[in-house]
C-alpha cells in the first residue's frame, strides 16, 4: 500500500510498513487490555496490529521497525503502553531490535557505510541480539530504520548502552552527498529532505554530529526553500508539508533555525494557508490526517501554532476521519491505517486535546519519553 503523504517515521517512508511477527515476537501474543477512557477502542486498535497486520502491509517487510514506531507511538501517546504490552514483550521486541542493528566487521568495516539499524531480518542474518553483522554487501542500516529503532528503544525503556553509535556515525558520512543531502543506504539515488531530517535525529539524540556536515546540510535545506517560502524535498521542487515539517525540525535540532528560516513570517503564512478544516499538504489538496502533524509540528516549532491555528476546525476534521474501529484514515470515510492513526493523534496533542500528552515535535516523541532520554548519557551530552 503506497501513501504519498507518510513519512520518516516521521516523514521516514512513503510506504506503509509492515510489523509482521515472527520468531521470538510471534510467540509473545499482545496483551489487550479494556481500557475505561473513549481511546481504549484507539488502543486496541494499535495493539491488534502490533500482533497482526492486515495482507496489504505485506509488500513493506523491509519496513518492519518504522511501523513498529507507528503503533508502539500510538499507544505511547494513548498512555496505553504498559497495559498493552507485558515487561516480557518489552525485553524481547528491545532484543528484536538490537538484532536489527548492524556492527563493523572485517569484511565490511563501519567506513563501508553498512553500519546502524535495518528495517527487519528481511537479509537473512541470523537473530543475533549482542552482534549481528552484514552476511552480505545489500545488508546494511537504513538512515530511517535507524531513526526509528532508536527512538522505539527509548519507548521501551531502553538505556541505548547496545547501541553502536561510533560505527553508525562512521557509516552515516559515507550517506551525505556533496550538496548536503542525505540517501538511506549505500548506493541508493534516492536523496531527499527526508533523509536528512533522519541524520539529523539520530545525530542528536547520540549526541554526536561526526557524521554529517552541518554547513551543507544548512546550505541544502536553504537551497530547498520554494518561491512561495514553503519547503520541497530538494531544490527547485515544490513546497509540501512534509518536506517543510523535515527542513524544519532538521533547522531545529541542529539549532540552526534562526539562520536557515530565511522569512518566518512568509513560511508561516504559507503554512497557515494549508488549513482549511484540517490541514492540506499541497495547494489544491484536500484536508488529510496526517498533515495535522506535519504542518500543524512546523508550525509549533516557528511559535505560531497557538496564536494562529483554528484548533477546533482541526478537532472537527479528525473526528471525520476517525474509525469506529479504531485509529485514523486518511480521509473521511477511509479505512484506518497505522500511519494516518498515530499521525492524527500526534496532530492532535499539539492542537491540545485532552488526555493526549505534550510531544516534542521535531523528535516525534512524547516529552515523557524525551525527558527519559535526557537521564541518559547522550541526552545529558547534549
Known amino acids: 500500500m503506497l501513501c504519498r503523504c507518510a513519512p520518516l517515521a516521521g516523514y521516514a517512508c512513503w510506504l506503509l510498513t509492515l510489523w509482521y511477527c515472527y ?11 479494556d481500557l475505561p477512557d473513549e481511546r481504549g477502542i484507539d488502543a486496541k486498535y494499535f495493539a491488534k496490529n502490533l500482533r497482526l ?12 521497525m518504522t511501523l513498529g514506531y507507528f503503533c508502539i507511538g500510538g499507544l505511547d501517546l494513548l498512555g496505553a503502553l504498559d497495559a498493552n ?17 548492524v556492527h563493523p566487521s572485517d569484511k ?7 553500519c546502524g539499524f535495518r528495517g527487519s531480518p528481511f537479509s537473512g542474518a541470523p537473530h543475533d541480539p549482542q552482534h549481528s553483522t552484514a552476511v552480505h554487501e545489500g545488508d546494511g542500516g537504513h538512515l530511517t530504520m535507524t531513526y526509528t529503532a532508536l527512538v522505539l528503544l527509548l519507548m521501551l525503556g531502553d538505556d541505548l ?12 558520512r559515507c550517506l551525505q552527498s556533496e550538496d548536503g543531502c542525505f540517501s538511506p543506504t549505500v548506493g541508493s539515488d534516492e536523496r531527499d529532505m527526508r533523509f536528512l531530517y533522519c541524520a539529523c535525529v539520530v545525530s542528536y539524540l547520540l549526541s554526536d554530529w561526526r557524521g554529517m556536515d552541518k554547513a551543507k546540510a544548512l546550505a541544502y535545506i536553504k537551497a530547498s526553500r520554494a518561491f512561495d517560502f514553503g519547503y520541497g524535498q530538494g531544490p527547485g521542487r515544490e513546497s509540501h508539508g512534509g518536506s517543510t515539517y523535515c527542513a524544519i525540525a532538521s533547522l531545529w535540532l541542529m539549532g540552526l533555525v534562526d539562520e536557515g528560516v530565511e522569512n ?10 494549508r488549513q482549511e478544516s484540517g490541514f492540506q499538504g499541497r495547494i489544491n489538496k484536500p484536508p488529510d490526517t496526517c498533515y495535522a502533524f506535519w504542518v500543524g509540528a512546523a508550525l509549533e516549532m516557528l511559535d505560531a501554532y497557538k496564536s494562529f491555528v483554528d484548533t477546533d476546525a482541526v478537532k472537527a476534521f479528525m473526528a471525520t476521519t476517525h474509525s469506529s474501529y479504531g485509529g485514523y484514515g486518511k480521509l473521511p ?13 500526534a496532530g492532535l496533542a499539539i492542537a491540545g486535546a485532552s488526555g493526549l500528552p505534550k510531544i516534542v515535535v521535531a523528535l516525534g516523541i512524547t ?12 541526552g545529558k551530552a547534549v
Open 161 to 172: 548502552a547496545r547501541v553502536n553509535a561510533d560505527a553508525i556515525v562512521t557509516s552515516m
Open 333 to 345: 470515510g477511509a479505512y484506518p491505517d497505522v500511519m494516518h492513526s498515530y499521525m492524527g493523534f
Open 367 to 378: 516529552c515523557t519519553v524525551f525527558d527519559f532520554w535526557k537521564t541518559l548519557s547522550t
Open 53 to 64: 497486520l492486515p495482507h496489504l502491509y505485506l509488500a513493506g517487510d523491509t519496513n518492519r
Open 23 to 33: 520468531g521470538t515476537l510471534a510467540v509473545l501474543p499482545v496483551k489487550m487490555a
Open 108 to 114: 565490511f568495516p563501519a567506513g563501508s557505510g553498512l
Open 264 to 273: 518566518k513570517d512568509r513560511t508561516i503564512a504559507w503554512l497557515l494557508s
Open 85 to 101: 504490552i507485558t515487561p516480557d514483550q518489552k525485553r524481547a521486541w528491545i532484543d528484536w531490535i538490537y538484532a536489527q542493528q
